[in-house]
């Protein structure tokens, strides 16, 4: 559940002790595409003693999910399914996560939530301007909540590794043996990944000029989030940490390993083919 009371069934925020401003965590959402990285991000982020990561708040099997909040929401609340109360929703559910995180670690200082570029149109509106960035993301100025923006150089890499990821169910593990990777191949649909590639090129531009010059936003790349050992590079984990406005008490450990190899191209049968267009766009 995700209220303010452990003693309540439901996940629906419940009246709580007023608090100073200084007591309520503050919300950090993750944002990125897909096979970014934000996983293993965020197991190192929820090492830290006073921060709470609820995991992407989008998909609904995740239990702390918006969606399972809603269903709860809802008996209470029924006019919550009007698409006019989206932002008033969104907003109560941010409530409970804070109220959440507050039950887990009492000194909580901060709460994380991740949510994938590709789904942040599940908080929909009545209207929305066709080409415009969904609403979530105007919601996040107007709320001045942090912004930790996660991106990929390798733009090709990270388009061929979802569609691997998706078409084999092959993601990450933290109990795969040393050195042992998966061997999977699959056939991809080279239009389709160059489609793709230049689609994430221009949305992170767009979203780089949605946020710029705000210091609630910062941007990552995944290249430079590990040392040459493999570990959370210390210069990101000092960064992360100023940003987040906590000591750094994180372990620099990843607590995840990849189970495709470093190429992705390993695991694509046509990879000549995908290849050979590459070089030619």
Known sequence: MMAGDADQGSGVAQPSRKKSGRDIPRVCFVIARPRSGTTVFDKMLSSHPRVVC????????????????LKQLAPV?????????????????????RNYATAKKHNCKVVVVDVKYDQAH?????????GQLPRLFFLFREQKWRVIDIHRNDVVGLCISNQVAMKTKIYHSNALPEGEKQSAKIRINPNQVLREVRATQEVYQTIEEHFANRREYKKLSYEDMFDTDGNFSAQMIDDVSEFLGVHNYFDRVPRLQKLLSDDVMDHVENAAELRGLLETT
Request: aromatic share 20%; net charge negative; glycine share 4%.
């Open 54 to 69: 609820l995991g992407e708040i989008f998909n609904q099997s995740n239990e702390r999910s918006y969606f399972h909040f």
């Open 77 to 97: 609340d029924p006019d919550c399914l009007f698409p006019g109360n989206a932002t008033r929703n969104f907003l109560k559910y941010i409530e409970a996560c």
């Open 122 to 130: 599940l908080l929909c509106e009545p209207w929305w301007k066709i």
